[in-house]
C-alpha cells in the first residue's frame, strides 16, 4: 500500500492548521459587515439649549455606543426629524461611521446634530426618531427614539407701565402689567419688588401680590400706591421684579427675575407773590415750594393788558434749591386792577425745559394809592424813604415826599386825623396846667 499521498496530504493539513492563529492574529479584531440593533446603542449625552425652546433651534449630541463583539463597519447615524421639529438649511441630519471598534477604551462616538423648533410648541416632552442602518442599506434601518424637552420661549413677561418719574414725598400710584406669553395657563403666580436703597417704597401695605391663574394670553395689573423719600437725590433707581409660578412642564416652581429703573426727581412748583414797591421798582417773592431743585431760573411778565413794563422783563435768578426764595424786581406801571401774570423758566432734574405761570393779585399795591409831593408820607409795612420828607413804616423811618402806602398800613388821611387830635389834646392839657398855675398864684397873694 502507497502510503505517500495520505502523508502528504496529513503534512499539509497540520501545516494549515498551524497557520491559522498567526493568520487570526493579523487580522486583530473580528468584524461585521452588518449593523445589529441590540449592539449599537444610541443616547442623548446633552442637548443646547435645555430644555429647548420653542422657535429657537436646539443643539443635540446623540452618543453611538458599540455594545457588540465585533467591529461595526461603514454604518450610518440619521436623525429623522417630526413635529414639531424640523430640519435647518445647511446642517447635515446623516452621519456615517467607517468603523467603531467593540473595545472598552474605543467603542463610543458623538454626533452633533441641530434642529429647529416648531414656535408654536406647546411645552412638553417630544421624541426625536433617530435611524441606524448599513451604509446603502437605508431600508433596512433600526429606529430610536431620543426624548427632548421643549419649553415655551418665555411663560411670562412683566411690562412696567403707568409711571416712570416719581416726585419725592408724593404718593403715587404704581402699576405693573403681568403678561402670559407662553402656549399654556399658570397658576398659583407670586409677584414681588423692592428697592435696595429704600428710598422707594411701598405704602399701606407691602409689595407681595398673588394671582390665582393666569390663561394663554391673558395679563393682570397689579397697582401699588407708593412713595419716594424726600431725602432722595434726583437719580434713576432700580426695581428689583420677582416673578415665581407653576411650571407645567416640570411641574415645580419657576422663578422669573427682571429689574426695571424710576425716575425719582422731576418738576418743581413755585409760589409768586408781590413783596413790595419802591420808587418805580416793584419786587416779587419767588419761592421754591416743590420737592426737587430748579436751575437756570428766569422770571419773566409777558405783554398783557392793563400793565406796562419799562425796561427789562426778565429777571435771571439761576439756581433755586427746594424750600428756598428769592426777590425778582421790575419796573412796572398799571392801573393795578387785575392780576399781573409772571411767568417762571426753569430747568428741572431731567434736563427738561418748562414754564410755570402764575397770575399775582395787585389789588394791595392799588388800595393804598401813589401819592407824590414834599413832605409826603411813604407808608409800608416794612420799607424806609428818603430825605425830605415823613416816611411811616411799622418801624419808623424818614420820608422822601412820596406816600406809597399798602393795605396792610395806615392811610394819610387817618394818619392826619390823628396828628391833629393828638395836637389838640396836648393843647388843652397845656392850657389846663397853665390855668391851673395862674390860679394857685392868685391865692398866695
Not at 100 to 108: A, F, G, H, I, K
Amino acid at each position: 500500500m502507497n502510503t505517500k499521498p495520505l502523508l502528504s496530504s496529513l503534512l499539509i493539513a497540520l501545516a494549515l492548521a498551524a497557520c491559522m492563529p498567526a493568520a487570526l492574529a493579523a487580522t486583530g479584531n473580528v468584524t461585521s459587515p452588518t449593523v445589529s440593533g441590540s449592539d449599537i446603542v444610541l443616547s442623548l449625552v446633552n442637548q443646547n439649549p435645555d430644555p429647548a425652546s420653542a422657535g429657537d433651534p436646539v443643539e443635540l449630541r446623540i452618543g453611538v455606543e458599540n455594545q457588540g463583539q465585533s467591529t461595526k463597519q461603514n454604518f450610518a447615524v440619521e436623525v429623522i426629524p417630526s413635529y414639531p421639529f424640523s430640519a435647518l438649511q445647511g446642517e447635515n441630519l446623516v452621519q456615517t461611521i467607517g468603523a467603531l471598534p467593540y473595545s472598552v477604551d474605543q467603542n463610543t462616538q458623538t454626533f452633533k446634530y441641530t434642529l429647529g423648533v416648531d414656535p408654536q410648541a406647546n411645552a412638553g416632552t417630544y421624541n426625536v426618531k433617530v435611524w441606524t442602518y448599513t451604509d446603502g442599506n437605508r431600508a433596512t434601518h433600526t429606529e430610536t427614539s431620543i426624548p427632548v424637552t421643549i419649553q415655551n420661549q418665555r411663560n411670562v413677561q412683566i411690562v412696567y407701565v403707568d409711571k416712570a418719574v416719581l416726585i419725592p414725598g408724593q404718593v403715587t400710584p404704581l402699576t405693573f402689567t403681568i403678561s402670559n406669553v407662553g402656549k399654556s395657563s399658570l397658576s398659583h403666580l407670586q409677584f414681588h419688588w423692592s428697592n435696595s436703597d429704600n428710598l422707594v417704597l411701598p405704602v399701606n401695605g407691602g409689595a407681595d401680590r398673588y394671582i390665582d391663574s393666569l390663561g394663554i394670553g391673558q395679563s393682570a395689573n397689579i397697582t401699588y400706591q407708593v412713595i419716594a423719600s424726600t431725602n432722595a437725590n434726583p437719580d434713576l433707581y432700580g426695581l428689583d421684579l420677582v416673578l415665581s409660578y407653576d411650571n407645567p412642564v416640570s411641574g415645580g416652581q419657576t422663578e422669573f427675575d427682571t429689574k426695571a429703573g424710576i425716575y425719582v426727581g422731576g418738576w418743581t412748583n413755585f409760589s409768586v407773590s408781590f413783596d413790595s414797591s419802591s420808587g418805580d421798582s416793584t419786587s416779587f417773592n419767588i419761592a421754591n415750594t416743590g420737592s426737587n431743585p430748579a436751575s437756570a431760573v428766569s422770571v419773566s411778565i409777558p405783554d398783557q393788558a392793563g400793565w406796562q413794563v419799562i425796561g427789562s422783563r426778565t429777571s435771571v435768578i439761576g439756581s433755586l434749591a427746594k424750600g428756598d426764595y428769592t426777590i425778582a424786581s421790575f419796573s412796572v406801571v398799571g392801573a393795578g386792577r387785575q392780576p399781573l401774570r409772571i411767568e417762571v423758566d426753569y430747568t428741572d432734574t431731567m434736563g427738561n425745559r418748562r414754564v410755570e405761570t402764575y397770575d399775582v393779585d395787585m389789588n394791595s399795591v392799588e388800595s393804598a394809592g401813589n401819592a407824590t409831593g414834599m413832605g409826603g408820607y411813604a407808608g409800608r409795612a416794612g420799607a424806609g424813604g428818603g430825605a425830605g420828607g415823613f416816611a411811616g413804616r411799622a418801624a419808623g423811618a424818614a420820608g422822601s415826599g412820596t406816600f406809597a402806602g399798602r393795605s396792610s398800613g395806615t392811610s394819610a388821611t387817618t394818619i392826619l386825623l390823628e396828628a391833629v387830635g393828638a395836637i389838640v389834646v396836648i393843647g388843652g392839657i397845656v392850657a389846663g396846667i397853665y390855668a391851673y398855675q395862674r390860679r394857685s398864684q392868685g391865692r398866695k397873694k
